[in-house]
């Protein structure tokens, strides 16, 4: 359903589909498009009076017009004095472009650590984080009643959000609420911000897991300051980290699958909405869950056959090893250390050390294992190769109700969609292409980068296409989409050759 309205009316979320004035004039490149920051909000007001929106490719919350309200007309002389001014735009709308800037930025020290000051740095907005409190002493939703009954609390509330009106019970008096992180900045610029973080991130990784190998007590001060950034740079925008933690790899497995963790547990703790304190929190334990592999043998770690039972109980002594080491440290907060001693307890009982099973684990301790499993699965191993995003998710929807709760699946494969950020794809014109976003409002149509072509040759300048818009494949009578999702390394594709690795 199409309407016009008035260009102050505009909110985000809303797709445009016509101006009134010709596309030329503006500095919008796509002539369709979702409104997802504030920069976009100005050009519109700025530019037009009247603008065309179509609803069924909006947001959810915009689907349905609102009911009509009495208001006062703009007056003609009001609205066409309105200044027409241009929002420069702050990072390069070629998204190849862009990775080449970052290109620039990136070496083996940080920006910080150059003395620089980062190319780009938002602060939270209130909106952001308002009613979620930041600091310990504040009760953030997942406190009140307990985590899993805020969490099936907010399952209902998303499930009436997402049903048709006449479907819509009145009778519960929780309200339905947006979600407490929207994202109001533009992927590319948070990619510019989030660079320098995640290479100050990589950093404060290696020198913990140095430390722990060289048996001496890790300084955890640095990476408490570096998640803290990164767990601004989620609530801003997920993909940007999401993409850098997948495309940039080092040469130790340890080392990515820490960050991998670190991130996907920040993304998926703000998908469930909670405070910025547990996070930031997660984010840290995330990063710490591994911690304690580095004290066995490196030909035991390095095995490429089947573990004996012997060397199995012998693997499972990390887990004690990893809360010794951060018991060690005063300063460690204890649900940290709790979260990492229950990453690999299951609900069925079959976990260790303890052998916990239900409730008895915890939202926490599950969300840990859940990522755990899931970045080791798409990482590629020595003995195994990785599988495709889609191959993790629905290997974790077998285990729903058998090794993890089927709310907390469900949830997660909710958070990341089929298609995460970073993910390889092949289109149905035989091109390969990787995920740079996801689309908020059809997520098996996200915003794509072709990389190599039909004949699986490479693309000297990798264009975009944003799948949500139907593009049309050329000299075909058909549009773009996804056929299958590939696992790393597929065609023999280097992220190094293409991204930032």
Same mark, same amino acid.
């Given at each position: 359903?199409?309407?016009?309205?008035?260009?102050?009316?505009?909110?985000?979320?809303?797709?445009?589909?016509?101006?009134?004035?010709?596309?030329?004039?503006?500095?919008?490149?796509?002539?369709?498009?979702?409104?997802?920051?504030?920069?976009?909000?100005?050009?519109?007001?700025?530019?037009?009076?009247?603008?065309?929106?179509?609803?069924?490719?909006?947001?959810?919350?915009?689907?349905?017009?609102?009911?009509?309200?009495?208001?006062?007309?703009?007056?003609?002389?009001?609205?066409?004095?309105?200044?027409?001014?241009?929002?420069?735009?702050?990072? @390069?709308? /070629?998204?190849?472009?862009?990775?080449? &800037? !970052?290109? #620039?930025?990136?070496?083996? *020290?940080? =920006?910080?650590?150059?003395?620089?000051?980062?190319?780009?740095?938002?602060?939270?907005?209130?909106?952001?984080?308002?009613?979620?409190?930041?600091?310990?002493?504040?009760?953030?939703?997942?406190?009140?009643?307990?985590?899993?009954?805020?969490?099936?609390?907010?399952?209902?509330?998303?499930?009436?959000?997402?049903?048709?009106?006449?479907?819509?019970?009145?009778?519960?008096?929780?309200?339905?609420?947006?979600?407490?992180? @929207?994202? /109001?900045?533009?992927?590319?610029?948070? &990619? !510019?911000? #989030?660079?320098?973080?995640? *290479?100050? =991130?990589?950093?404060?990784?290696?020198?913990?897991?140095?430390?722990?190998?060289?048996?001496?007590?890790?300084?955890?001060?640095?990476?408490?300051?570096?998640?803290?950034?990164?767990?601004?740079?989620?609530?801003?925008?997920?993909?940007?980290?999401?993409?850098?933690?997948?495309?940039?790899?080092?040469?130790?497995?340890?080392?990515?699958?820490?960050?991998?963790?670190?991130?996907?547990?920040?993304?998926?703790?703000?998908?469930?909405?909670?405070?910025?304190?547990?996070?930031?929190? !997660?984010?840290?334990?995330?990063?710490?869950?591994?911690?304690?592999?580095?004290?066995?043998?490196?030909?035991?770690?390095?095995?490429?056959?089947?573990?004996?039972?012997?060397?199995?109980?012998?693997?499972?002594?990390?887990?004690?090893?990893?809360?010794?080491?951060?018991?060690?440290?005063?300063?460690?907060?204890?649900?940290?250390?709790?979260?990492?001693?229950?990453?690999?307890?299951?609900?069925?009982?079959?976990?260790?050390?303890?052998?916990?099973?239900?409730?008895?684990?915890?939202?926490?301790?599950?969300?840990?294992?859940?990522?755990?499993?899931?970045?080791?699965?798409?990482?590629?191993?020595?003995?195994?190769?990785?599988?495709?995003?889609?191959?993790?998710?629905?290997?974790?929807?077998?285990?729903?109700?058998?090794?993890?709760?089927?709310?907390?699946?469900?949830?997660?494969?909710?958070?990341?969609?089929?298609?995460?950020?970073?993910?390889?794809?092949?289109?149905?014109?035989?091109?390969?292409?990787?995920?740079?976003?996801?689309?908020?409002?059809?997520?098996?149509?996200?915003?794509?980068?072709?990389?190599?072509?039909?004949?699986?040759?490479?693309?000297?300048?990798?264009?975009?296409?944003?799948?949500?818009?139907?593009?049309?494949?050329?000299?075909?009578?058909?549009?773009?989409?996804?056929?299958?999702?590939?696992?790393?390394?597929?065609?023999?594709?280097?992220?190094?050759?293409?991204?930032?690795?």
């Amino acid at each position: 359903m199409k309407e016009f309205l008035a260009a102050s009316d505009l909110e985000l979320g809303m797709f445009v589909a016509e101006l009134d004035r010709p596309w030329l004039e503006t500095p919008f490149l796509m002539q369709g498009f979702l409104i997802e920051s504030e920069q976009q909000l100005a050009q519109l007001r700025g530019l037009c009076r009247i603008v065309l929106i179509d609803r069924e490719r909006s947001e959810s919350r915009h689907m349905r017009a609102p009911a009509a309200t009495p208001r006062e007309p703009v007056p003609t002389s009001v609205a066409s004095e309105r200044p027409l001014t241009m929002v420069r735009q702050a990072a @390069p709308t /070629d998204f190849f472009q862009l990775l080449k &800037l !970052l290109r #620039a930025y990136d070496s083996e *020290a940080p =920006a910080a650590a150059r003395g620089e000051a980062p190319v780009f740095a938002w602060s939270p907005s209130r909106a952001a984080v308002g009613g979620f409190g930041g600091g310990a002493d504040e009760s953030g939703p997942a406190e009140r009643g307990g985590v899993w009954g805020w969490l099936r609390a907010r399952a209902r509330r998303l499930r009436r959000r997402e049903a048709p009106a006449d479907q819509v019970s009145d009778e519960s008096d929780e309200p339905t609420t947006d979600h407490p992180y @929207p994202i /109001d900045v533009p992927l590319e610029q948070e &990619l !510019l911000a #989030a660079a320098p973080i995640h *290479a100050e =991130a990589m950093l404060a990784v290696k020198d913990i897991l140095r430390d722990v190998e060289r048996q001496a007590p890790p300084d955890l001060g640095r990476a408490r300051e570096v998640v803290q950034d990164m767990m601004h740079s989620v609530t801003r925008h997920p993909d940007a980290l999401l993409w850098l933690t997948r495309l940039k790899r080092t040469d130790r497995y340890t080392y990515d699958h820490a960050l991998d963790c670190s991130t996907y547990m920040m993304v998926f703790a703000r998908h469930l909405g909670l405070p910025q304190d547990r996070i930031a929190m !997660l984010g840290m334990a995330g990063m710490l869950l591994d911690i304690g592999k580095l004290t066995l043998s490196a030909r035991l770690l390095a095995k490429t056959t089947a573990l004996t039972p012997l060397e199995y109980d012998l693997f499972k002594t990390h887990v004690e090893s990893a809360m010794k080491i951060l018991r060690a440290d005063a300063s460690i907060d204890p649900a940290l250390v709790e979260v990492v001693a229950l990453h690999h307890e299951r609900i069925d009982g079959s976990g260790y050390p303890r052998g916990l099973s239900g409730e008895a684990i915890g939202v926490f301790g599950e969300m840990a294992g859940i990522i755990d499993s899931f970045c080791a699965m798409t990482r590629h191993r020595s003995w195994r190769p990785a599988v495709s995003s889609q191959q993790g998710l629905e290997a974790l929807i077998g285990l729903r109700d058998e090794r993890f709760s089927a709310g907390l699946i469900d949830q997660f494969v909710q958070c990341i969609g089929i298609y995460p950020a970073g993910t390889l794809v092949e289109l149905n014109s035989g091109e390969v292409a990787v995920v740079v976003a996801q689309n908020r409002i059809r997520r098996l149509k996200p915003r794509v980068m072709v990389l190599l072509a039909s004949d699986h040759t490479p693309n000297a300048n990798p264009h975009t296409l944003d799948l949500l818009y139907d593009p049309a494949v050329p000299g075909r009578e058909e549009t773009y989409r996804i056929v299958r999702s590939l696992p790393e390394r597929a065609f023999g594709i280097d992220p190094a050759q293409f991204y930032l690795a």
